[in-house]
């Protein structure tokens, strides 16, 4: 398989840590798309609408055949089966799976940006990217994940869970 992208995934309902790992293994199901890594789990304060559940996040690792429009259907595809109903922006969801980075490409259309465009301001996305990809360097802003992290807000909360044994 042959390009490298970059997953966001997380949860705030029902089983939060389940559903983030079923998501992976939905991922993984996938014939042209094989998981390399995976992230910890990390506890993430909500963004937008703080009066509900913390998060649980992760970041995956990918290579895939997919051109990146139609990793993003795949994607929503997976969202779908697992229940996502889209009803309130940064509200609660089952599952949320965003294209963070695919390769070095830059892409503009109406339904897809990459870089996802709010990734730089969010550290439950940058603190997992770290985590498997520390030398990640955004294409457009021209920084290290770690130049990044230091530019987020300070007030957002992100704790590493312990893996469950």
Known sequence: MGKTAFIGIGSNLGLARENCEQAVTELDLLAEVCVESSSSLYETAPIGIENQDWFINSVVKIKTSLLPQALLNELLAIEGRMGRVRRIKWGPRIIDLDLLFYEDFVVSETNLKVPHPELHK???VLEPLRE????????TLKKTLEELTQECDPAQIVKKLTPVL
Do not use: D, M, S, W
């Open 122 to 124: 969010r550290k439950f």
């Open 132 to 139: 498997i990809a520390p030398k990640l360097f955004h294409p």
